[in-house]
């Protein structure tokens, strides 16, 4: 039932478009469009740093298909119950395109197939870690735009004027099709829009991570143990508003808020230990042999 409220933010009509047979899917463009912008900004801040820029290709050919497999493995573990048990299709596990994809994960084997890449590259990690991870937030940011097409990850009902408007939506036979259909101009309902405060908190750690990166000039990794400590603070609060179903621990908290107060006491442990790290040169030189 809708909740009536003086102003509000619209949801998009629809978030997927047919251009012929092919379907234009909101969420898969903005992700790719996070992921065009880090990329070259990724260029830019590692090649200042000395480091070969044209290894940034590489980094993103293997941290891209290792992130969404990563995030989706994270996302079907942890909510396992929309993909099995009775009246569920298993198949629907690969039907990434509808969603669900789990940043933990997808940082994590991303991280993972990136520290492989450089460790066979014989480049030290820390200074491309460093480079990149402000972009990586700002794609995260990005990214999130695909929530609001697809009108999900938002909280409770809101009558603030910055509530989001959630619409029904049908394909073309009228059936229910929350993401895949077309608006009927039906507000179901105004919610929080969780989406938007983690892309507006993105973008502060966005600032935050190159002011101080500028200022106190960080080294060995320090930029990203400041961007994963930033991050999970955010989302630790900004997971509990959310409303919509998942796995919980401990009770009713929420899987996410538990990752989320590991990874940022574990961030803040490491940038805390590692302050006397200075900021070091990459060693690779550029146009060699193992371009």
């Not at 912008?37 to 200042?48: E, I, Q, T």
């Not at 077309?182 to 991570?209: C, D, K, M, R």
Request: hydrophobic share 50%.
């Amino acid at each position: 039932m809708r909740t009536d409220t003086l102003a509000a933010i619209p949801s998009p009509p629809q978030g997927v478009w047919s251009l012929g047979p092919v379907p234009l899917r909101a969420y898969a463009l903005c992700i790719l469009t996070g992921v065009i912008v880090a990329f070259f900004w990724s260029k830019r801040r590692y090649a200042a740093r000395g480091g070969n820029p044209d290894i940034v290709l590489d980094a993103l050919l293997v941290a891209v298909p290792a992130g969404i497999i990563g995030g989706r493995l994270y996302h079907v573990i942890t909510d396992w119950y929309r993909y099995f048990g009775p009246g569920k299709n298993p198949m629907d596990v690969f039907k990434i395109t509808n969603g669900g994809l789990g940043i933990w994960g997808a940082i994590t084997l991303g991280t993972l197939a990136v520290w492989v890449l450089f460790r066979i590259r014989r480049v030290p990690i820390a200074p491309f870690a460093d480079a990149v991870a402000p972009t990586v937030i700002l794609a995260q940011a990005i990214g999130r735009l695909g929530n609001w097409f697809n009108q999900e990850l938002y909280g409770g009902p809101s009558t603030s004027p910055w509530a989001l408007e959630i619409y029904r939506r049908v394909d073309d036979l009228g059936r229910d099709a929350p993401i895949s259909g077309h608006s009927t101009g039906q507000v179901v309902a105004t919610v929080q829009p969780t989406f938007l405060y983690e892309l507006l908190w993105n973008l502060l750690i966005v600032a935050i991570l190159v002011w101080a990166d500028r200022r106190y000039r960080l080294g060995g990794g320090r930029v990203f143990m400041l961007y994963v400590a930033g991050y999970t603070l955010g989302r630790f609060f900004i997971e509990n508003i959310r409303t919509d179903p998942a796995t919980t621990l401990f009770g009713d908290v929420r899987i996410n808020v538990v990752v989320s107060a590991v990874a940022f006491i574990v961030a803040v442990s490491a940038f805390i230990l590692t302050r006397k790290r200075k900021r070091e040169t990459p060693t690779e030189v550029r146009g060699s042999a193992a371009d």
